[in-house]
């Protein structure tokens, strides 16, 4: 099912513009005129999370968006998090700078083999992470984050068994930490599944005090050698506070962004492909954004998501019983842009 509307015939296009454009000026204009929140994940282009209001985890952009009287929020970011952004936030419009800006686990994860799935265990709680559509939301019981799937996992009595999907190697982490066996879905992460424990091997031997933090989305081989394994967030509470100079970040490229400005002081390192590059960490999904799309996306109030009532409804379930189960979060979870 698709969610997202793309723009119509009489839009305005990039081949539409002027390349001399201010299109940070535009941006701001039209910020104001559609009264509009724009939204910037971590993994984003460090320009557009520099424009954005706030940057952070998908899920605490989402809450925080629902908590403004917007009436547009722009999310720059990827199609699962942008769909989150309507199922809590049903009476404004949400808008995706490109229509294609999916994701690996959320396309290695159709509806309709994800339901056979279900149906194959019956007695099974079904734990989605939220990198999934709003149609596998609607069929799972708990969606989890990178941030709360532990907390959540330890509160399931021990006698019931578990489903996890999409992501093997996020749910065979949470197996080894909670002692829990589960079933798991056999997605990955494109990016996380690229990294090399060869070639970080390598250039640990050349950075032998730099501190390695990871997320749990990389396979076990990488965790391994992580001297930090969390969400995005996590990793970057983590290096701004650690009296460390150096440090090798096993995620998506991008969030070094928010690291130099917060400490650059400090040297962050990519952690490496199989050739030895960093090319791998970065996101072809989240790069499809550029600020040329999120100010067309502005002035055409498109591409627009859009969710059905039930799928909505059933889609909201399990992310409310994830927020029942969650701890509290911290204040500091999300960036505002200065």
């Not at 509009?36 to 899920?59: C, K, N, R, T």
């Not at 494109?190 to 005090?209: A, G, M, N, Q």
Request: hydrophobic share 40%; glycine share 4%.
């Amino acid at each position: 099912m698709d969610t997202v509307l793309p723009p119509g015939d009489d839009a305005r296009t990039e081949a539409d513009l002027d390349p001399d454009f201010d299109f940070w000026a535009g941006i701001e204009r039209l910020r104001r005129e559609r009264n509009a929140v724009i939204l910037a994940h971590f993994y984003q282009d460090p320009e557009i999370q520099d424009l954005a209001d706030f940057v952070g985890d998908s899920l605490d952009l989402s809450r925080k968006a629902a908590a403004t009287d917007a009436d547009v929020i722009a999310f720059c970011g990827v199609r699962f998090m942008a769909e989150v952004a309507k199922i809590l936030s049903p009476e404004k419009i949400v808008i995706l700078p490109d229509a294609e800006a999916g994701c690996s686990l959320e396309e290695g994860c159709p509806p309709g083999r994800f339901r056979r799935f279900r149906e194959a265990h019956p007695d099974h709680l079904v734990i989605t992470y939220i990198n999934c559509s709003a149609e596998v939301k609607a069929q799972s019981d708990i969606i989890v984050t990178s941030t709360n799937a532990e907390h959540i996992i330890r509160q399931i009595p021990e006698d019931q068994p578990i489903l996890f999907a999409p992501d093997r190697h996020l749910g065979a982490y949470l197996s080894r930490k909670t002692g829990r066996e589960m079933t798991l879905w056999p997605g990955a992460c494109i990016v996380h599944d690229r990294f090399s424990e060869r070639e970080l091997i390598k250039l640990k031997t050349r950075h032998p005090d730099a501190r390695v933090a990871a997320h749990p989305e990389c396979q076990e081989s990488i965790l391994r050698h992580a001297d930090h394994v969390g969400s995005t967030r996590s990793i970057l509470d983590y290096v701004l506070g650690h009296p460390a100079e150096e440090f090798i970040i096993a995620t998506e490229r991008h969030l070094i962004h928010q690291m130099e400005k917060a400490a650059p002081h400090k040297t962050f390192i990519p952690a490496p492909g199989a050739d030895g590059s960093c090319s791998c960490a970065d996101c072809p999904f989240m790069e499809l954004n550029t600020v040329e799309k999120l100010y067309l996306a502005l002035d055409n109030l498109a591409p627009r998501v859009e969710i059905s009532e039930p799928m909505r409804l059933g889609a909201l379930r399990p992310l409310e019983r994830m927020l029942d189960m969650s701890p509290r979060p911290s204040p500091a979870h999300l960036v505002a842009a200065e």
